[in-house]
């Protein structure tokens, strides 16, 4: 397919050259059926980069101390050359807007434009969870309103006020996402704008009510059930909604924590397939060119040298060794199922009727739309591949001297180390389950949460100071039970601290 | 389809509110560190900025995560030696076996600090936040004045190694094409005509010879123009100008006897690091002298000026025996400006107390610019106070305050330097 006139393979990037790559990984993507939102690929200093690091990737981010310090941070350990800058950043919007730093050579360039523009990207606008739970077209202005508004209320009320309020937000970020049931879009701008404020307006009239109601009145609850009626997931939907002395603005705020923690949440549950998709198709598109006779053998060992080091996954007794490599392990994954569409072994047929001898680019694009990490892992993680990486499973058990090798990668264990490596992806068993659980409406206003630990992980001592920060939120006392495994509830710790009364 | 954007030469400081706000909240842990690093540091050392360090325990950030304990299973690649069922001892240090999960950073302590630079500015403004930096306002202090030769424009008589080449040629050719005016314009017409003649057929040959040596002869009379000339010569020409020193010396005096400790220095040290910003906001050229003294004066450098102990008894006038003997050798009157700051606890032999006022009185405060006295104490004030006190009435310069903590500094100095504004 010599077809196609070799590009310019000078190290040096110019703004023609980088048009010229982007036309031809654009004509491959198209032959693959990538699917994109538009790309707006801004070109940045190093500097710039440092703070797109520190804001978490927000293009737009709100002032906070903590995003300071993470500058700080980055910027300390780069100019100790500690560690390297990303090549590229790339935000989940419509257009979507990808940084291309300019100290990069010509060769990494493109492969940022091929894993950014349209790895990432199409990821983004097909990938499920990315087309229920974001909205791509408004982020961009919903991040320039929350800016917008937060420095307005800190002009209004003080920064130190406003300050503390987000520093109450931000600890209970992780607990303020709607896991099962899809958030009304954010979009539809106008009209849910208006309804929000008629919303908070008669929320506030309700609380003001609430505060003044003569005593009588809330016996009749007390007849009734415990409220929330069912157990909340979504701290911070719960406080904005039903916290007694919150002012409107002050709602406002957590709402908008809540929304950007929704907006990331996506990401989480993708880490693997997000990073492992974008691998995949830069280094087919690439091979794809170098296939058509467009790039060289020179551009194609500055890209193979780069993608192996992305792609390197140490072993567990390595001095590098920390986790398991979503690059590596999400590029294999993708190459594997290609493998075994092209070419299957008998192994493959056995382990995957469906997809075997199936078209592969299909194949692919089913994958990426309807899975998360957990589920892909679990639906396609072959043997092949744990023979090839070697994976094996362990227990450690606390209550043991010693860990428990459970599983390896043979054939009694193939099942056992999927479902374990699944279930490492599973947030559910990653962060701690809590939940709001009760509220005193008729007598102290004091908010109970409740901790379900997960094969008996205990919740780590920081409780204590989110507990504080859930206070300040809520302005009434707040007590965080936990669930033993034999249906007991026991009381760990109040905020203001007391002396532990008997449990329930 | 695709928008390339060139954002280069966007600023690059979006971050910086959010560092401010880092320096902000940590303000009390940086102010420390700060303090730290101002007594390690020199007093004319106003340039640089400064590195902080801060407990990384203060900065915790706190969410729910799960702890240690309970039943954990992992899943780890390049399996190398293990069959199923095998049971290996845990490694030291808990997670050693690592895991996806990114809780390695909140069950490690980190024993390290939180380390940063600070910039000059901001270290200035955070060493001296509770005293409110002011905007040092220059003064009509009246400086020593110096003659200084200046440039004031140019003459057409001088010296011959003040002549202006550039003006002097410039007016040369100025004369020249003057004076050539009309020739060249007749040059110009007679040439215009031989080309005119020139074109006809059959040319007038004679009239032709005749034009061009009318030509030959006009330009001999360009030639006897001469290139330069004695009124085209100009020359810079210079003035005597009065303006004041740019030279200071401050003279820092510190009583180190035994009742004097660390504390009390450091609060001198603040006040001379103050005296030095306002004096180099003046001043080109700032020496600092370091006398010291107890029952001797003696003059030495900055760190020992600040960390060196001695004891004994204290005779304050030894001090100004030797600043004024300093001045007298080493920084005529005529060409510094001569400050003083005097720190002391307000101690002094008791018979030694009138000597130092006769010496001041008649020896320094004529030559002296500014000489300040601190005392830094919480006792009640002793003869050398009160034989100040009486100084301090009649001569403006002179100016006495007491200081009790730190806090103190900032309004104390604004207040002496308040008094000059006359």
Not at chain 1, 74 to 99: D, F, H, K, W
Not at chain 1, 217 to 229: A, H
Not at chain 1, 369 to 389: A, C, T, V, W
Request: with cysteine; glycine share 4%; proline share 4%.
């Amino acid at each position: 397919m010599n077809s196609k006139k070799l590009l310019d393979d000078s190290p040096d990037w110019t703004f023609e050259k980088l048009e010229l790559y982007h036309q031809a990984i654009k004509e491959v993507a198209a032959q693959y059926r990538l699917d994109t939102y538009p790309n707006q690929i801004e070109v940045i200093t190093s500097e710039q980069m440092m703070d797109a690091y520190s804001s978490v990737g927000m293009p737009i981010g709100y002032a906070h101390w903590s995003y300071g310090k993470k500058f700080i941070q980055t910027q300390q350990s780069y100019q100790r050359g500690e560690m390297g800058l990303a090549y590229e950043i790339v935000i989940n919007s419509n257009p979507c807007i990808a940084y291309l730093m300019e100290e990069n050579t010509m060769t990494m360039q493109a492969l940022v434009i091929a894993h950014a523009c349209y790895g990432h990207n199409s990821f983004f606008k097909n990938n499920y969870l990315f087309t229920t739970w974001t909205d791509a077209d408004s982020i961009i202005d919903y991040l320039l309103f929350a800016k917008n508004f937060i420095s307005d209320c800190e002009e209004k009320y003080g920064i130190d006020e406003v300050e503390d309020l987000l520093d109450s937000c931000h600890a209970l970020m992780n607990l303020g996402v709607d896991r099962y049931k899809r958030p009304s879009k954010i979009s539809m701008h106008e009209e849910h704008q208006r309804q929000k404020v008629r919303e908070d307006y008669l929320q506030s009239q309700v609380n003001d009510l609430w505060r003044t109601i003569p005593k009588k009145d809330s016996d009749n609850q007390l007849i009734k059930n415990r409220f929330p009626s069912e157990p909340q997931e979504n701290i911070l939907y719960f406080i904005e909604k039903n916290a007694p002395l919150l002012q409107s603005w002050q709602r406002e705020i957590i709402r908008i924590v809540r929304k950007i923690s929704q907006y990331f949440y996506p990401q989480k549950q993708t880490q693997v397939m997000n990073e492992g998709w974008a691998t995949f198709w830069h280094y087919t598109i690439l091979n794809t060119l170098y296939d058509q006779g467009q790039v060289s053998d020179k551009f194609m060992l500055e890209f193979l040298h780069q993608h192996t080091n992305v792609v390197y996954q140490p072993p567990y007794n390595s001095d590098y060794y920390s986790g398991i490599n979503p690059y590596a392990l999400g590029f294999a994954m993708f190459c594997d199922i290609r493998r075994i569409c092209e070419d299957p072994t008998d192994e493959d047929k056995h382990w995957f009727p469906d997809i075997a001898g199936s078209n592969w680019v299909d194949t692919l694009h089913f994958a990426c739309k309807n899975f998360k990490d957990e589920s892909f892992i679990s639906q396609f993680l072959s043997p092949h591949l744990m023979r090839e990486m070697k994976l094996f499973s362990i227990t450690d058990n606390s209550q043991l001297n010693h860990i428990d090798i459970t599983a390896i990668h043979n054939e009694q264990g193939y099942q056992k180390v999927r479902e374990a490596l699944s279930k490492q992806y599973n947030l559910a068993n990653i962060e701690p389950n809590i939940q709001v659980y009760d509220v005193q409406v008729d007598g102290d206003r004091s908010l109970t949460i409740r901790y379900y630990p997960q094969q008996q992980v205990p919740l780590a001592k920081s409780a204590e100071q989110v507990l504080k920060h859930l206070h300040r939120l809520w302005g009434f006392e707040v007590k965080l039970e936990q669930k033993k495994d034999d249906g007991s509830i026991d009381l760990l710790k109040c905020c203001p601290a007391k002396k532990p009364e008997a449990t329930l | 389809m695709a928008n390339f954007i060139d954002r280069r030469l966007n600023g690059k400081n979006k971050s910086s509110v959010n560092r401010q706000r880092f320096i902000r909240r940590y303000k009390k842990q940086i102010q420390q560190s700060v303090s730290d690093a101002a007594t390690s540091r020199e007093v004319t050392d106003v340039t640089s900025g400064e590195s902080i360090s801060i407990p990384t325990k203060d900065l915790g950030e706190p969410f729910f995560h799960q702890g240690q304990g309970g039943i954990k299973e992992r899943v780890l690649p390049g399996n190398d030696q293990y069959q199923a069922g095998d049971q290996i001892a845990r490694p030291k240090g808990g997670q050693g076996q690592g895991g996806g999960s990114g809780e390695a950073s909140d069950s490690g302590e980190g024993a390290d600090d939180f380390q940063f630079n600070i910039s000059k500015d901001e270290y200035l403004d955070l060493l001296f936040e509770d005293l409110e930096l002011p905007n040092l306002q220059k003064n009509k202090i009246n400086d020593i004045l110096e003659q200084k030769r200046v440039r004031s424009g140019f003459s057409t008589v001088g010296l011959p190694n003040n002549i202006n080449i550039v003006r002097s040629l410039r007016k040369s050719l100025a004369r020249r094409i003057a004076m050539t005016g009309s020739e060249r314009r007749e040059i110009r017409a007679l040439e215009q005509r031989i080309s005119h003649l020139v074109a006809l057929s059959p040319s007038p040959t004679v009239e032709i010879e005749q034009l061009e040596t009318d030509i030959e002869q006009l330009k001999k009379r360009l030639q006897r123009v001469p290139f330069i000339d004695d009124f085209d010569l100009m020359f810079n020409n210079y003035a005597n100008e009065f303006v004041p020193s740019s030279r200071a010396v401050m003279f820092c005096i510190m009583d180190v006897s035994g009742s004097m400790d660390q504390a009390t220095k450091d609060i001198a040290k603040r006040f001379y690091i103050l005296l030095y910003l306002f004096l180099s906001r003046r001043y080109k050229t700032i020496e600092v002298i370091y006398i010291r003294h107890h029952t001797q004066a003696k003059e030495v450098d900055e760190h020992e000026f600040f960390y060196s102990q001695e004891t004994g008894g204290t005779i304050v006038s030894s001090a100004l025996k030797l600043m004024h003997e300093i001045q007298q050798n080493r920084y005529p009157k005529d060409q510094w400006n001569v400050y003083a700051a005097q720190a002391s606890d307000g101690d002094n032999w008791a018979d030694d107390t009138p000597l130092c006022r006769q010496i001041l009185s008649q020896k320094i405060l004529p030559i002296a610019r500014h000489f300040s006295y601190i005392e830094i104490t919480n006792r009640s004030h002793q003869s050398l106070w009160q034989q100040y006190q009486l100084l301090a009435d009649t001569y403006p310069q002179f100016a006495i305050k007491h200081i009790t903590q730190i806090s103190d500094i900032y309004p104390v100095f604004r207040e002496l330097f308040q008094k000059q504004l006359v």
